[in-house]
């Protein structure tokens, strides 16, 4: 998935309840449109040509070439790009380079530093990125997307014009049923007993366990989405 971050929201009270969520998520776009535009406004002041610099990179894991980069997965240090066929993993010490057999898609790290990666034919893959030899393995199970709550699979399958998500512990009960008439490969992500999904132009947060669901309409249909902190990344 292409990451590149065309919108921001704030995400207030995670945990609240539905109406007090979704109130809290349209405050925060006026909010954050009004700073976007107030850090324009700075950034026309201070950035004067006799202030401009050249910007080169501080360390060695902050350049690497890349040709056709589909997503990036951080955490603790360690770092992975996947570009086109490739994945490059960075320990803290170096640039290690895998290379797949077909396009890999989407990354994420589990908190044992192991590598969950699925490429372009619907495949997962898990890579243990501390051993001295990179090799993937397949962890057999095929999907449109995922996402990780500790070892645990979060997935989106999509057959012919329906797509739900899945609990990798109960495979044979969707956890959601997405609308039939989406074309969009719904995002999930985990954190804090919360899974986040989208469905087409709707941003929603499942409360795991419960019933409790909260959704926002963006108004356009989403490709991908992080999180930091309180804010959700979306483009």
């Not at 929603?204 to 490709?223: E, R």
Request: glycine residues 8%.
């Amino acid at each position: 998935m292409k990451r590149f971050f065309t919108g921001i929201l704030t995400i207030l009270c995670a945990g609240a309840l539905l109406t007090g969520a979704c109130t809290g998520l349209r405050e925060a776009k006026t909010a954050f449109a009004a700073q976007t535009d107030a850090a324009a406004d700075t950034a026309e002041k201070t950035l004067t040509k006799d202030e401009l610099s050249l910007l080169v990179p501080g360390s060695y894991e902050q350049y690497l070439p890349l040709s056709g980069a589909n997503g990036i997965a951080l955490r603790d240090g360690y770092i992975a790009a996947a570009d086109g066929q490739g994945v490059y993993v960075y320990d803290g010490a170096r640039y290690r380079l895998y290379e797949h057999n077909s396009e890999v898609v989407q990354l994420e790290w589990n908190e044992a530093h192991k590598l969950y990666f699925l490429d372009e034919n619907g495949a997962l893959y898990t890579m243990d990125c501390t051993a001295d030899t990179l090799v993937a393995e397949d962890y057999g199970l095929s999907c449109s997307s995922f996402t990780l709550a500790d070892d645990t699979v979060y997935y989106a399958m999509s057959v012919t014009n329906t797509t739900n998500i899945f609990d990798e512990r109960a495979p044979e009960n969707p956890i959601k049923k997405l609308s039939s008439s989406v074309t969009t490969v719904p995002c999930l992500l985990y954190e804090h007993g919360l899974l986040y999904y989208t469905d087409g132009q709707y941003f929603n947060t499942l409360h795991l366990g419960t019933d409790m669901q909260s959704t926002v309409d963006l108004g356009t249909d989403i490709y991908d989405i992080a999180l930091s902190g309180n804010n959700l990344y979306y483009t």
